[in-house]
Nanobody, 122 residues
């Protein structure tokens, strides 16, 4: 599976961005999809995950109420809608694919995209 994330950029605090991750190579609906982020000098952090159908999602407490994960299996794409962004959201955001039902654990994701940089200015 190849994953290509896009949609990052520079945004002011309070603004919004939508990240996309397009998958290719295998049946997209076989996978749970997740978003993770890593800020400079910090460890990788789980952001959100969605099961194969989109019927179940899990969002980290740090972004709950501001970020929403969704997927379109017909387009082999998973999205991360990010609203009310704050400077602490600045990080490289990566998408990942897992054979599990729904997981927030990085080592359970078999495939990773290259990441897209989100910078939130104050």
């Amino acid at each position: 599976v190849q994953l290509q994330a896009s949609g990052g950029g520079l945004v002011q605090a309070g603004g919004s961005l939508r990240l996309s991750c397009v998958a290719s190579g295998r049946t997209f609906s076989d996978y749970c999809m997740g978003w993770f982020r890593q800020a400079p000098g910090k460890e990788r952090e789980f952001v959100a995950a969605i099961n194969w159908s989109g019927g179940s999602t899990y969002v980290a407490d740090s972004v709950k109420g501001r970020f929403t994960i969704s997927r379109d299996n017909a387009k082999n794409t998973v999205y991360l809608q990010m609203n009310s962004l704050i400077p602490e959201d600045t990080a490289v955001y990566s998408c990942a694919a897992s054979f599990t039902t729904l997981t927030l654990t990085p080592y359970e994701y078999e495939y990773w995209g290259q990441g897209t940089l989100v910078t939130v200015s104050s």
